[in-house]
């Protein structure tokens, strides 16, 4: 039992720090940096910051064009971060419990973005010259995708034993 309290705490404690650190970012964008919506500021020859106000969810797909479709996605997304609170209060594996800790933590700020401001903040932009293989994301969006892809290989590529097996 001390092991799956220590392993929650860690996932508790991933989603925080994500949180924290996008909030704060995003602060630092928007206000302290005040970098103007659409402005472009080259950090390097491959990574800018880009503000873009994000009023849908990744590469546009259901865009909230009035509150409506703007609380329905709140509420989707709020839907989606309490599965995996209750996952993460199941889950026995560090790994599996740090990467559910990203998920919600970026999901937790993208939802903070969307009630406090109608839209999510997205400003890091990464291109190798003309090629933008990414869209525009933040801090969130990248802790929820690494994530998402440490679940999905470990999934594919991990075996744990069954409870058979244990015995």
Do not use: C
């Amino acid at each position: 039992m001390a092991d799956l309290k220590i392993t929650r705490r860690m996932g508790f404690a991933v989603a925080l720090l994500v949180y924290a650190v996008d909030q704060f970012i995003k602060a630092i964008i928007i206000h302290g940096v005040a970098l103007p919506v659409r402005r472009v500021i080259e950090v390097l020859p491959i990574f800018r910051f880009y503000w873009v106000e994000n009023h849908g969810i990744s590469m546009g797909f259901l865009t909230a064009d009035g509150p409506v479709e703007r609380w329905l996605l709140v509420l989707l997304t709020g839907a989606i971060a309490v599965a995996v609170v209750f996952w993460l209060w199941r889950e026995r594996n560090k790994l599996d419990a740090a990467a559910l800790g990203l998920v919600l933590g970026g999901a937790l700020g993208n939802i903070t973005d969307r009630v406090r401001l109608g839209y999510v903040a997205d400003f890091l932009d990464l291109h190798f010259g003309d090629m933008h293989p990414f869209l525009v994301f933040n801090v969130a969006d990248a802790a929820i995708t690494i994530g998402v892809l440490l679940l999905v290989l470990r999934a594919l590529f991990v075996r744990t034993p069954a409870a058979s097996e244990k015995n």
